[in-house]
């Protein structure tokens, strides 16, 4: 009668406290596993093209990856990248004053026989000076 009354009412009380537990640990506390990144500073004597070539062990580099020399020589203040609706513009601002090869190779061929290069229309320049800088490296 005691075990009617008292303990199997109290024995379904604590399961069901168990599994509401353990549902509300499913929806809310858990910890899921998280991707540790690494961040290190570029070395200044590299521009990001390079330290791409060094990440892949001297091995790739994508025609993609050959693009970020650019952005990189307009966050220096050498090329103004410009865009207005499908048009993208890149703009010599100043001629380049620094020692790296690579950068100078780009500002050369881009920019040689005019301040303004449009993407689209001088697409054939910019491959080939991409593949000059790849052949480069």
Same mark, same amino acid.
């Given at each position: 009668?005691? &075990? ?9 009380? +604590?399961? &069901?406290?168990?599994?509401? %537990?353990?549902?509300?640990?499913? @929806?809310?506390?858990?910890? !899921?596993?998280?991707?540790? !990144? ?11 093209? /390079? +330290? !791409?070539?060094? %990440?892949?062990?001297?091995? !790739? ?12 020589? %307009?966050?220096?203040?050498? @090329?103004? #990248? /410009?865009?207005?609706?499908?048009? #993208? ?7 380049? %004053? *620094? ?7 780009? +500002? ?7 301040? /303004?290069? @449009?993407? *689209?229309?001088?697409? /054939? ?5 991409? +593949? ?6």
């Amino acid at each position: 009668d005691l &075990i009617d009354k008292y303990i199997l009412p109290s024995i379904i009380i +604590m399961i &069901i406290n168990v599994i509401i %537990a353990f549902a509300l640990w499913l @929806i809310f506390g858990r910890d !899921y596993k998280k991707e540790e !990144y690494v961040v290190n500073k570029i070395p200044q004597k590299y521009n990001p093209l /390079e +330290m !791409y070539y060094i %990440a892949n062990n001297c091995d !790739y580099i994508s025609d993609k990856s050959l693009r970020s020399i650019i952005v990189f020589l %307009a966050s220096q203040g050498y @090329i103004k #990248i /410009e865009r207005k609706f499908n048009v #993208i513009k890149l703009k010599k601002v100043k001629n380049y %004053a *620094g020692d790296n090869e690579l950068e100078r190779l780009v +500002m050369r061929r881009l920019f040689d026989s005019s301040k /303004e290069i @449009i993407i *689209g229309e001088d697409d /054939e320049l910019l491959y080939e000076t991409l +593949m000059k800088v790849k052949k480069l490296l």
